[in-house]
């Protein structure tokens, strides 16, 4: 049996990306609603990946689909809240990644909600897999946790 999922503190990740939440990520209940957190370890992940150069999302040959998510939540994250999304590779595979995140609100010690988000890289028009272009290898070093 797998251990039960806890919060992380901000050392467990590699890279941070500083994300602000907006009045409409709020749900009735007055927390971030749970598809917020996706949508943020999306944001997380491609903003890092076009910073680092490594990622034409109009015309580059090779894109990242998204095959895989998982999230767990230990504590709420609301509106006018900031969320510092961790970031570090948990696996590197020939033509996959898998990315582990965890979401920060504001100044808090412990994540929030902790995920995986698996991208598969792919020819941009015959969406087959390809191996993880060099320029992405280069990238994704800096955010290994146990370099290959």
């Given at each position: 049996?797998?251990?039960r999922?806890?919060p992380?503190?901000?050392?467990?990740?590699?890279?941070?990306?500083?994300?602000?939440?907006r009045?409409?990520?709020?749900d009735?209940?007055?927390h971030?609603?749970?598809?917020?957190h996706?949508?943020?370890?999306?944001?997380?992940?491609?903003?890092?990946?076009?910073?680092?150069?490594?990622?034409?999302?109009?015309?580059g040959?090779?894109?990242?689909?998204?095959v895989?998510?998982r999230c767990?939540?230990?504590e709420?994250?609301?509106?006018?809240?900031?969320?510092?999304?961790?970031l570090?590779?948990?696996h590197?595979?020939?033509?996959?990644v898998?990315?582990?995140?965890?979401?920060?609100?504001?100044?808090?010690?412990?994540?929030?909600a902790?995920?995986?988000?698996?991208?598969?890289?792919?020819?941009?028009?015959?969406?087959?897999?390809?191996?993880?272009?060099d320029?992405?290898l280069?990238?994704?070093?800096?955010?290994?946790?146990?370099?290959?």
């Amino acid at each position: 049996m797998s251990e039960r999922p806890h919060p992380l503190p901000r050392s467990h990740f590699l890279r941070f990306e500083t994300i602000a939440t907006r009045w409409m990520d709020n749900d009735a209940y007055g927390h971030v609603n749970n598809v917020v957190h996706y949508s943020l370890f999306d944001t997380a992940v491609n903003r890092y990946l076009i910073e680092a150069g490594a990622l034409d999302i109009h015309a580059g040959a090779v894109i990242g689909l998204v095959v895989e998510t998982r999230c767990h939540y230990f504590e709420s994250i609301a509106f006018p809240q900031t969320v510092h999304a961790g970031l570090r590779v948990a696996h590197r595979g020939r033509t996959s990644v898998q990315y582990e995140l965890g979401l920060f609100a504001d100044d808090a010690p412990l994540s929030a909600a902790v995920g995986r988000f698996v991208h598969v890289y792919v020819d941009r028009e015959t969406r087959r897999p390809v191996p993880l272009p060099d320029i992405l290898l280069a990238a994704l070093a800096p955010l290994q946790a146990n370099p290959a």
